[in-house]
């Protein structure tokens, strides 16, 4: 079979996905990149499905390893994200990572798939996970690799492969030990017996087998399955070894060989994988694909009877871990490549882990011919045999750059199956008819054996000039539908093509996927015209050379995957590094109409900017000292030293230190060449607090792009063991009252003071200290804000936080610079008497610590009732690494904050301060991180509001979700 068949065979789906992000990898010194730069998602979890995931030996970190090219560590307390790092890439299929090991003492992760290793693409990575380094390749597979173990001592590594072999591999001196041969299809699933000395494997044969280690010989045969064997385990007592087959049964068996039990009370689903519990009485279980619930459960062996049972995955579940002390399962799958951890006592959820992105199931042109709308929701009945009506649930206008009203079906067309009187009709799985006069034509089909038997056609629709789009498993083609041709196959979804529509003058197409990217086509092309990834209020809209527009918070949501060689992890590069260069909304706008991003630069007169990615590369920078990924020390000032080298034809002009990815020192700490150097060598010296987790990074910069490096966890801990409580300081600002009573509001100076009540009752117990400042109405002069931001930064440390607080007037002046509305403002003389952002900008940029900016400036009682994204530019700014400012508003650019007479105030400040209650406790821990508040108020104020407000919170990359309130 070919490696694509195996790759689906693998994971039992035809939906793959291949976008990656990550972090900075600490030991790439290449001036150049050795490949180009390739599209990465970075929505804060996977977008494809998860193969593995594991606990982290002490049970506090979770590891997972997905079909999108990333590694993922999680934290359990508090589900929140830490830290991404992948292994090279290629395109399409390349670098999906199906299979991973962790070894038993925690420290190397053993990670295989469709692997890349110069030419040869199925090499295993053993990654150090102290030094965040690839310590070793191991290189011999000649196919795709699904599954690896480690040995009991970690001495050793057992691997799977569609090459029909599974080999064991001594771990320090990349030794191929032996080479087990016998199988006669994939070998899929492996396993180490307790004492190291045997081992079990899986096959498509439908059989299993057991080795010896040292020589190799296949000891025992296991059969009786009806079908494929995909997964395998051993107990810890040594005595069973488990089976899961695609047959839906699980088959238990002592160590001759000889069939125990067989249990087939697991569902209607195939087994994906099978995990014995420590106390080789229960088994944990995974389903893979088929029909019915998905579920994963745990086994009793004695009786037969899961009596846990997990059904909360949305889709095929693949993976699933018990925490060291078994009182937690970790599990994943589901439309959106969730996580899950539950309890393992009665299945209730303890976190859901995902990101931000959601798949695509509908996509449909609005009669304007510039506005698309799409749906989530994969629900439906298939039409005319395989195009799908799900729901359209989102609107946004491409010539506007923003969302739009709800759609709905009589205003927005679909695919088109009939023109004329030539009719596309399904006429199998894989293939689709033209109809002439009510006479087959020709039938459209893929050109080769496997996609003629397995990409499954899923949409299509009519083009003019002859011409059909076929959306399928595998990709989306173009078909003359004369000859039966395939035109075309266009390059950019990695997932399947779920929905497709051409625009009303038949010049474009729009296609959405489960990798959860829409794209806009020319057919004539054979790369999208332009990407749009949406995550809730936030989205990016990019070109393939890498020009993007995006709102506030949509920069952190993509970027660029940059390849250090093929021994070395990659670096990740966000869409906000190359803003200098690559940060071109108005062409974005033009694009439909001129069809083209040079033409559409030359009509914003940005001509002769013909620039790319691989033009504009960051420098790449490294944190040589400290050393490692979590460093402890006792001293409190700590030396940083920083490598960093120019890449391409941009010189190194400026590079600083960020702490907990915030500027350390402000625009002070910035060191500034003179003469912009190619390579950099530079100290900087932090002090630390104590007790805390910091983040340092350094950022160099070029004049058109800057690069990051990785972060590395440092925690000051004083040899007395005293570790101070950081003081939390709050900024609370109202105006309700303005000299101008045109400009009067109904409840801000209310809500001003509700926020500071708050802080003072929750933030109790938490802090070392709670001071407020409360600034409203006559006292909220243009003075008076500025004093209380001056207030705040004489006050902070850098272990503090900070919170500021505004609600109020905000609007832009004639030059379009945003003011902040103190009492005292002139409306005619906005750009004299109110408080531009770039003030807000350096006194804010100017505090110390961890600041969260809380912004109410567009109030339902406000004279200007179109805000029209008033705040966008300067919330950009602020969450960018110049600034490291987490900001959280009361609503998106294009809505008004809704307020309650009946509680005498906002909706937003309400949910916040409910939210600060403990209701937004949502792990029960008794700390309120902000995190949890964001997405507590999120969804309280949408209920609220009934769907007219949603507020949003951006956080800088590198700046940890931080506790606010102590609930108990």
């Known amino acids: 079979m070919t490696t694509h068949e195996n790759t689906l065979k693998a994971i039992g789906l035809s939906l793959l996905m291949a976008f990656t992000a990550g972090t900075q990898h600490a030991g790439a010194q290449e001036s150049e990149q050795r490949d180009p730069p390739r599209l990465a998602l970075n929505a804060g979890g996977h977008t494809a499905m998860v193969n593995r995931v594991f606990f982290r030996s002490g049970g506090e970190e979770l590891i997972s390893v997905s079909d999108d090219k990333t590694i993922r560590f999680w934290d359990v307390s508090s589900g929140e994200p830490l830290r991404v790092i992948r292994p090279p890439i290629g395109d399409g299929d390349v670098g999906m990572l199906y299979s991973a090991a962790l070894s038993p003492d925690g420290n190397q992760l053993a990670v295989g798939g469709y692997t890349r290793y110069a030419n040869l693409r199925y090499a295993i990575y053993v990654i150090s996970l102290v030094s965040g380094e690839i310590e070793h390749l191991l290189v011999g597979h000649t196919n795709v690799i699904h599954d690896l173990r480690f040995s009991p001592d970690g001495r050793k590594l057992i691997s799977a492969s569609s090459d029909m072999t599974a080999r064991i591999w001594d771990v320090a001196t990349h030794e191929c030990l032996q080479v087990l041969k016998g199988h006669t299809d994939n070998v899929y699933g492996v396993v180490f017996s307790p004492d190291g000395n045997s081992c079990a494997t899986a096959s498509d044969d439908d059989t299993a087998a057991i080795w010896n280690v040292a020589t190799g010989q296949r000891l025992r045969t296991l059969s009786g399955h009806r079908d494929d064997v995909n997964a395998i385990a051993w107990s810890s007592n040594g005595k069973w070894i488990a089976t899961g087959s695609y047959d839906r049964t699980i088959r238990v068996w002592n160590i001759n060989g000889q069939l125990q039990r067989e249990y087939d009370q697991i569902g209607n689903r195939t087994l994906s994988h099978i995990e014995f519990c420590n106390d080789s009485r229960r088994l944990i279980w995974c389903q893979g694909v088929g029909s019915g619930a998905r579920e994963v459960g745990i086994l009793d062996l004695a009786s037969g009877e899961s009596k846990v049972r997990f059904n909360k995955h949305t889709n095929t579940t693949m993976h699933a871990s018990l925490s060291p002390d078994e009182t937690l399962v970790a599990s994943s799958g589901g439309n959106d490549k969730e996580l899950y951890l539950w309890n393992a006592s009665d299945g209730s959820v303890v976190h859901k882990l995902v990101g931000r992105g959601r798949g695509n199931w509908s996509a449909a042109w609005g009669s304007d011919g510039s506005t698309i709308a799409w749906g989530n929701i994969n629900r439906g009945q298939a039409t005319n045999g395989t195009n799908r009506k799900s729901p359209l649930e989102y609107a946004f206008e491409l010539d506007r750059l923003q969302f739009a009203k709800a759609p709905d079906d009589e205003t927005y067309t679909r695919y088109r199956t009939q023109r004329g009187n030539t009719l596309l009709k399904s006429s199998g799985a894989t293939t689709v008819d033209v109809i002439r006069g009510g006479e ?40 003359d539908t004369r000859s039966g041709k395939i035109l075309r196959k266009f390059v950019g979804h990695t997932g399947l093509i ?5 625009s009303p003058d038949g010049r474009y197409l729009l296609t959405a996927s489960n990798d959860m990217t829409m794209r806009v086509w020319d057919p004539d092309v054979r790369k999208p015209l332009l990407n749009l990834f949406f995550a809730g209020e936030e989205w990016v809209a990019w070109t393939p050379d890498g020009y993007y527009a995006s709102s506030p918070g949509g920069e952190a949501l993509m970027g660029w995957h940059l390849d250090n060689g093929p021994d070395h992890l990659g670096s990740f590069a966000r869409a906000s590094q190359f803003r200098d260069s690559l940060y071109q909304p108005s062409a974005i706008k033009m694009l439909l109409r001129t069809g083209d991003i040079t033409r559409a630069l030359e009509a914003t007169g940005k001509g002769g900017r013909d620039t790319s990615v691989a033009q504009v590369l960051p420098p790449t920078v490294f944190i040589a000292r400290p050393d490692g990924n979590d460093v402890q020390t006792d001293v409190q000032e700590m030396t940083v030293m920083a490598v960093a080298k120019q890449v391409g034809e941009h010189p190194i002009t400026s590079i600083q230190l960020l702490l907990d990815g915030r500027p350390y020192g402000g625009r002070a700490g910035i060191k500034h060449f003179d003469a912009p150097r190619r390579d950099v060598r530079e100290r900087f010296y932090v002090q630390l607090s104590a007790g805390i987790k910091h983040r340092l990074q350094v950022r160099a910069d070029s004049d058109v792009s800057f690069g990051l490096s990785r972060g590395v966890n440092v925690t000051f801990r004083p040899k007395s063991n005293e570790s101070k409580l950081p003081a939390l300081y709050v900024l609370s600002m109202g105006l309700r009252d303005y000299q101008d009573d045109e400009l009067d509001l109904n409840f801000a100076d209310r809500d001003a003071r509700r926020f500071e009540r708050a802080f003072q009752t929750y933030g109790k117990g938490l802090f070392r200290k709670v001071e407020t400042k409360l600034v409203v109405n006559e006292q909220a002069t243009r003075i008076g804000i500025l004093k209380g931001l001056d207030w705040l930064k004489r006050q902070m440390d850098q272990g503090d936080i900070g919170l500021v607080y505004y609600s109020g007037h905000g609007d832009k002046d004639s030059s379009d610079v945003f003011h902040i509305m103190p009492h005292d403002v002139e409306k005619d003389l906005l750009s004299v008497t109110g408080i531009p952002d770039a003030q807000i900008k350096t006194m804010v ?32 700014d602020l969450v960018s690494s110049d600034y490291g400012i987490t900001v959280m508003s009361s609503s998106t650019g294009k809505e008004l904050s809704q307020e309650s007479s009946d509680a005498g105030g906002g909706y937003f400040t309400i949910a916040f301060v409910e939210g600060l209650s403990g209701r937004a406790d949502t792990n029960q821990d008794g700390v309120v991180y902000s995190s949890e508040l964001a997405n507590y108020v999120a969804e309280r104020v949408k209920s609220l509001t009934k769907g007219q407000q949603h507020p949003v919170m951006r956080n800088p990359a590198g700046v940890p979700a931080f506790p606010l309130a102590k609930t108990r």
Request: some cysteine.
């Open 440 to 479: 087959k034509a020709i039938t459209l089909e893929f050109d080769s054996k496997f996609s003629r038997a397995h990409n499954t056609v899923s949409c299509f629709t009519l083009l003019p000039g002859d011409r059909a789009a076929v959306g399928s498993s595998f990709g989306l083609y173009l078909f």
């Open 845 to 876: 940029g100017a505090i110390n610590g961890r600041v969260l900016l809380v912004l109410d400036a567009c109030n339902s009682g406000a004279a200007f009732k179109n805000p029209n994204n008033l705040m966008d530019d300067l919330i950009r």
């Open 498 to 502: 779920s929905a497709i529509s051409p």
